[in-house]
Structure formats: structure tokens, C-alpha cells
């Protein structure tokens, strides 16, 4: 599953994407860069979260939510994005929305998009 990068994630949240409520198997990016996957809630007050490729987890407030960056699939970018669609050339993803965009990630071709609609 394509995601954004760290970079990028940083930049959809300072320009205002939608950093959804915490749910189960979302990735996001701490603030030290740490990609990790949601795994649990516990009573609506923490998360359990692994480290996406590696072996390191710990729990966090949910509050510490506020501090991280969404990292969204072209799923997620496409929802904010109506009549936006992407395709695949058989070597990377493209659209014709607002322009030709092309990446190899689907994640990332898709908040090309997002970026261009709202001129960022």
C-alpha cells in the first residue's frame, strides 16, 4: 500500500489536508520520522503503534496525534479531490487532473494532485 512520503505528509498537513481521527492500520509519521501502523486503541486514551519495517512499538497518548503527520494512501488524497481519478501506465501512476502528474506512487501522484487543485 502506497503512502506519502515523510515530506510530503509534512506538507499536506501545514497546508491544510485533513489529519483524520485515529483508526486501526493508518500510518503515520512521528516526529522524529518514524513510520508507524496503528495496530490498537485502549479506551479511547492510547494507541499501540508499530514501526512500519522494523521491530520497534510503544504506546502513545492520543493526544500526540496532534504532533504527527497523516501519511494517506491515494485513496485518502482522492476522497478530498472530486472527479480526480488516477491510472496506471504500466510504469507509473498518472492524471490528467489539473495537468498531467506522474509518479511510481500512487500516494504521492495523488497529492500532486491535491496540491495543484488547491494552487500549494
Known amino acids: 500500500m502506497d503512502v506519502?512520503?515523510?515530506e510530503t505528509a509534512k506538507q499536506l498537513k501545514d497546508a491544510g489536508f485533513p489529519q483524520?481521527?485515529?483508526r486501526i492500520l493508518q500510518?503515520?509519521?512521528?516526529?522524529?520520522?518514524?513510520?508507524?501502523?496503528?495496530l490498537s486503541i485502549r479506551s479511547c486514551e492510547s494507541a499501540g503503534m508499530m514501526e512500519v519495517g522494523g521491530?520497534?512499538?510503544?504506546f502513545f497518548d492520543l493526544e500526540m496525534f496532534d504532533e504527527m503527520y497523516f501519511a494517506?494512501?491515494?485513496d485518502d488524497v482522492l476522497r478530498q479531490i472530486p472527479?480526480?481519478?488516477l491510472?496506471?501506465?504500466?510504469?507509473?501512476?498518472?492524471?490528467?487532473?489539473a495537468g498531467k502528474e506522474y509518479d511510481?506512487?500512487?500516494?504521492?501522484?495523488?497529492?500532486?494532485?491535491?496540491?495543484?487543485?488547491?494552487?500549494?
Open 20 to 22: 483524520p481521527e485515529p
Open 4 to 6: 506519502v512520503s515523510l
Open 55 to 58: 521491530d520497534w512499538s510503544d
Open 72 to 74: 494517506p494512501t491515494a
Open 104 to 120: 511510481i506512487n500512487s500516494a504521492e501522484c495523488a497529492a500532486k494532485m491535491w496540491f495543484k487543485k488547491f494552487q500549494l
Open 83 to 85: 472527479g480526480a481519478d
Open 27 to 38: 500510518i503515520w509519521y512521528s516526529i522524529r520520522g518514524r513510520k508507524l501502523v496503528l
Open 87 to 97: 491510472r496506471w501506465n504500466g510504469s507509473e501512476y498518472q492524471s490528467k487532473y
